[in-house]
């Protein structure tokens, strides 16, 4: 079991996380938390990003800064919950619809980068 707080793994004798402090209640080991049978049937780990638990999905996502001579380029590659996908989907794409055009490479990398990143965010949204 992780804490519902910071993602902490936990033993079935804690009261306390260890990491954030937080009290665990008893019925979260017990079973009885209240969560309907869908929602304990859901197939959560902790997302690499937030390290919350959460049901996760694999995603590559990257973004480009272009500058007359260079180009800038970062990416995000993982098992990450929804929150952070729509996070960071919305963050690299609108930053590379933006700023990645200037340059030649980034102006002939750009398209590829936006297309990634939609048809990948689109894939995740109907899967």
């Known amino acids: 079991m992780h804490c519902q707080h910071c993602g902490n793994k936990l033993a079935t004798d804690n009261k306390y996380c260890g990491r954030c402090g937080k009290n665990v209640p008893e019925s ?3 079973g009885t938390s209240g969560l309907n049978n869908e ?3 859901v197939n959560q ?3 690499e990003v937030c390290r919350r638990p ?3 999905k694999y995603i590559e996502l990257y973004e480009n800064k272009g500058a007359l001579v260079m180009r800038y380029h970062r990416e995000i590659k993982g098992k990450l919950c ?3 996908i729509n996070e960071y989907f919305w963050k690299f794409t609108l930053t590379t619809l933006f700023i990645g055009w200037f340059g030649i490479i980034s102006f002939i990398v ?3 980068y936006l297309i990634n990143n939609i048809s990948r965010y689109v894939w995740i949204k109907i899967k």
């Open 45 to 47: 780990a902790l997302c």
């Open 82 to 84: 929804k929150d952070c």
């Open 110 to 112: 750009t398209p590829f």
């Open 39 to 41: 929602t304990k049937n």
């Open 54 to 56: 959460a049901e996760v």
């Open 28 to 30: 979260f080991f017990s």
